[in-house]
């Protein structure tokens, strides 16, 4: 079975009926029993080369399989089956075909041997996730799908102009680590750092994820940032960049989150500082952080998704998406399950021990200190303040709790039921998330580079509780200056967004400025034309005389003699042509 069925074919195939079948039951099923099928497979594959065919003079393999690609289709396998149950209430056809195509190009990402085959999935990955950002049905979420496509776009150019160098100039097909960082080098690693989400080409990602509907976010938070993860450790494993681009992203993506106060758009730039992690232990370059990274990118697939779930459960039930708007309103007495899950997802981003995300983030920041980059190590810890101070307290006490406002105390805020599938996905998922963290052996034992680490030591734990204990009683302290408030908080997305209003006004002026070149254009021609009838029409044109007063050309019709006046000038003209004809 494993050199027949393509992972990704699955699930493209499956888009293709889902778009056709109309009876919900038999949708119903195939959400869940393909997901469970592509499991089976991904599982049941044995490192090799398998789905290699030949296209002109080139070699394409479509199932690269070894450990670093297996352990990321472990991950995906789970949390296509986890998102298409947490998306079961979703009634949209065309929803649930873009989350097809876009998981089934994320596995052919990871299992393309060759530039063409990745090119192949990687731009089908930014189209189909494109369609999943427009499914949020809102004049918001077509704009933000726009310029998420355009950024893309560029990206994937970026990419295949590097590709295409390679491949010009004879070199290998096949995808393997570059190691001098020349103009195709950089080109690649740009387009890799778009979809990475790299400040200051990260706007994309605040801009569109919270735009999504709530079951598309949970989607979208596993599949594209993961992916370029995966690339960097197989092309750019221990570039310098990557390690202060890591670095980074970790403090940047939680310095907008704590400031922020819409729930996905916090979580989204979490995204961004978690994906830090991974990128700066790809840059580190050695065993250990490598592993660190691969492990922590499993841990936020699902811990990530887990959080996406719970707010989205929450603006499922209330139709309210920012913090402010749901302060007081007593959420913990009316939906106090999603909270509980919630904070699963919170203490394992935070890295807290007994969940999943202190048993991967550890292993990336221990790497930096055993490496001696006391500023990367300084740079990775305070992320970690940040991450407990915005997703562990800040947003539940907010969302959950909270003073009431006079404003709120007047509104009356209807709570709606929450779907039992969204319930399901994320007690599976929290489940998960506290296995891995309580057993870590299970994650460790399919990590690929051949390193061992004990999260579990005296030092790490101490640590992490004192990091979070001073956390808890500064947030205690100051959580009144710490509430959310009603502004937007400006990124770097500013730019491309004046930038493209600037670029519209100009082709709007260009535009106009081609109209009246054209009218003018036009006036002329028909001046010249009339002319050409009879010059004598030259008279009524100026006089501005209608149509029916222009006259065609008549050889029969009497014409004046030369005038006085023009018979000097004739007269004039013809002496001087004389007198210079002498010299």
Not at 44 to 64: A, F
Not at 183 to 206: E, K, M, Q, T
Not at 221 to 247: C, D, H, M, Q
Not at 351 to 369: D, E, H, M, Q, R
């Amino acid at each position: 079975m494993a050199e027949f069925l393509n992972p990704a074919f699955i699930l493209i195939i499956s888009a293709i009926l889902v778009a056709f079948i109309e009876n919900r039951v038999i949708r119903d099923l195939i959400l869940i029993l393909v997901p469970i099928l592509v499991l089976l497979q991904v599982f049941s594959l044995r490192e090799g080369e398998y789905w290699v065919i030949r296209v002109l003079d080139y070699e394409l393999t479509m199932g690269k399989v070894d450990k670093l690609s297996l352990i990321f289709s472990y991950v995906f396998a789970i949390i296509t089956f986890l998102s298409n149950v947490y998306a079961l209430h979703v009634e949209e056809r065309g929803h649930h075909v873009a989350t097809f195509l876009y998981s089934g190009a994320a596995f052919g990402v990871i299992f393309a041997g060759d530039w063409i085959t990745l090119i192949a999935f990687w731009e089908l990955m930014a189209i189909a996730s494109t369609f999943v950002i427009l499914y949020g049905k809102k004049e918001s979420s077509i704009n933000a799908g726009f310029r998420y496509l355009i950024v893309h776009l560029i990206g994937g150019a970026a990419l295949l102009a590097g590709a295409l160098m390679i491949l010009s100039g004879f070199g290998p097909v096949k995808i393997t680590k570059l190691q001098e960082m020349n103009l195709s080098s950089f080109l690649i690693l740009s387009g890799f750092l778009v979809n990475a989400a790299c400040p200051p080409l990260h706007a994309w990602l605040p801009d569109a994820y919270p735009e999504a509907n709530p079951a598309g976010s949970v989607f979208l938070s596993a599949y594209t940032t993961k992916s370029a993860v995966y690339i960097l450790l197989r092309v750019f494993p221990g570039n310098e960049i990557l390690v202060w681009a890591g670095a980074v992203m970790a403090v940047y993506g939680v310095f907008y989150a704590v400031m922020e106060n819409n729930l996905r758009r916090l979580l989204s730039y979490h995204i961004v500082s978690q994906v830090g992690y991974m990128v700066c232990g790809a840059g580190l370059g050695t065993f250990m952080s490598m592993n660190g990274s691969v492990a922590h990118a499993f841990c936020h697939i699902l811990y990530k998704a887990l959080l996406f779930m719970a707010v989205g459960a929450v603006i499922f039930a209330t139709g309210k998406e920012k913090i402010s708007d749901l302060t007081g309103e007593g959420l913990y007495r009316k939906i106090p399950l999603t909270f509980y899950l919630y904070m699963v997802g919170a203490f394992s981003i935070s890295g807290v021990p007994l969940f999943n995300g202190f048993v991967s983030k550890t292993i990336i920041v221990y790497s930096s200190g055993e490496l001696h980059r006391a500023v990367i190590n300084t740079l990775l810890h305070l992320a970690s303040v940040g991450t407990f101070l915005s997703v562990a307290l800040k947003l539940p006490y907010g969302t959950w709790f909270g003073k009431k406002s006079m404003e709120a105390k007047k509104r009356d805020l209807k709570i709606r039921r929450v779907p039992l599938n969204m319930y399901v996905s994320m007690a599976i998922n929290s489940a998960l998330c506290v296995f891995i963290g309580v057993y870590p052996e299970i994650l460790y034992k399919y990590l690929p580079y051949d390193a061992t680490f004990n999260p579990y030591t005296l030092y790490n734990v101490a640590t992490a509780l004192q990091l979070f204990l001073f956390v808890f009683i500064a947030f205690n302290i100051f959580k009144v200056k710490l509430s959310p408030e009603k502004k937007i908080s400006l990124d770097t997305d500013w730019f491309y967004r004046k930038l493209g209003s600037l670029f519209l006004i100009l082709c709007l002026k260009g535009y106009r400025m081609r109209i009246k070149v054209q009218s003018l254009c036009k006036t002329l021609l028909r001046g010249i034309f009339i002319f050409s009838l009879n010059p004598v029409n030259l008279k009524n044109l100026f006089l501005k005389k209608s149509k029916s007063q222009i006259m065609s050309y008549d050889p029969d019709f009497y014409r004046y003699p030369i005038g006085i006046g023009v018979g000097i000038f004739l007269l004039i003209y013809s002496l001087i042509i004389i007198f210079l004809s002498r010299f």
